[in-house]
């Protein structure tokens, strides 16, 4: 049969979604658990009364918004269908087929797949023996073709995380033509103060992007909304390639709710936060090891046992995802989804 598409992408592993399975609670995916923000559903009702026009390609009055609310200029502001499409657009900007993109592994799970997308070489760089990323290696790592590097902090899925002084030293290493993108999807749910904020302690740099989504802590997954700042030569740029009128009519109007809505946002957090604690604390009483987590969600090393891991909590109610072989990623939901989960993590242990 004659072959149109390329033959390299066979060998890409397919992005696997979290899986939503009828009457079981879904851990899988680090959504947070308490429904749209107040005002949210509203505001994408009214929305739709203008459904039949394209929305406003510049997204200007949720730039503006985000803008003014972190202090930047709202030009350093790009939006898209979620923070994955402006990472997408991120590696098509800097990548010609060849260059090289550094990131962690494991790490987010489409950093390969869009390295692979524009005929970029991925570069993984194993996560430490804390599951961290190791920035020392990162940085050996960079050659002369490399032109990104994906650090997210806090890492998907291992929920570790870097300070300030650590990233400070790295930031400092890499050369001034590498773009580094500060992926902060769960910078939401941190509570250590020497977690830098990127965008306040690095967004006047010229080599550093910060990404964030909408998806994790201000509820909008379904409504796909990302943002990120950039310099302003980058966003530019970004804005040449990024495909036109992505971020949608209704994900511009949820998102300026969502923005009204920061403190109910802050108290959910809060309550994951609690939780992710508690949810700690009982599986380390099960004698199971758990990194240290800044995000929505655990990470557990299990190694060999993931899958059966995973089949114990299915068994018992619940989807959590599995990184077979190395380890199963459990999102913070609500308290008595965390107890279910809880009670099937004991009856794996017993
Ligand atoms: N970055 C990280 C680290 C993530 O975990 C995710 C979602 N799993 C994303 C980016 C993408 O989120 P979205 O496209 O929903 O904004």
């Known amino acids: 049969m004659t072959r149109l598409t390329r033959p390299d992408l066979d060998a890409l592993p397919d992005y696997v979604p979290g899986r939503t399975v009828a009457g079981a609670v879904k851990l899988a995916s680090n959504e ?85 997308g524009v005929g970029a070489t991925s570069v993984r760089i194993p996560n430490t023996a804390a599951h961290g990323h190791d920035l020392t290696a990162i940085a050996e790592a960079i050659t002369d073709r490399t032109r990104l590097i994906f650090v997210c902090n806090p890492n998907n899925p291992t929920g570790t995380y870097l300070r300030k002084a650590e990233l400070d030293r790295f930031l400092a290493g890499v050369p001034s033509d590498v773009l580094v993108v500060l992926d902060e999807a769960y910078k939401e749910f941190v509570t250590d103060a020497d977690v830098p904020d990127g965008v306040e302690v690095y967004g006047d740099r010229a080599n550093v992007v910060v990404l964030r989504t909408m998806s994790k802590a201000w509820g909008l997954a379904g409504l796909r909304m990302g943002y990120l700042v950039a310099p302003p030569e980058v966003a530019a740029a970004l804005r040449k390639v990024v495909t036109p009128f992505s971020t949608n009519l209704v994900a511009q109007a949820a998102a300026l709710a969502a923005l009204d809505a920061e403190d109910e946002v802050r108290r959910r957090c809060a309550l994951v936060v609690d939780e992710r604690d508690r949810v700690t604390a009982e599986l380390r009483k099960l004698d199971l090891e758990v990194p240290d987590s800044q995000a929505n969600f655990v990470w557990l090393p299990l190694g060999e046992r993931t899958s059966a891991f995973a089949a114990a909590c299915e068994e018992g109610g619940v989807i959590v995802r599995a990184f077979h072989p190395e380890g199963v990623r459990v999102t913070i939901g609500t308290p008595a989804e965390n107890d279910l989960f809880l009670a099937a993590a004991a009856a794996f242990r017993s």
């Open 32 to 116: 947070v658990p308490y429904g749209p923000l107040p005002g949210v559903v509203e505001a994408s009702a009214e929305a739709l009364r203008t459904s039949h026009r394209y929305p406003d390609m510049g997204v200007t009055a949720l730039r503006d918004r985000i803008g003014a609310w972190l202090g930047v200029d709202a030009a350093r502001v790009v939006t898209g269908c979620g923070s994955v499409a402006l990472a997408e657009i991120l590696v098509k900007a800097t990548c010609l087929p060849g260059d090289e993109v550094i990131y962690s592994w494991r790490s987010f799970e489409a950093y390969p797949i869009i390295a692979a």
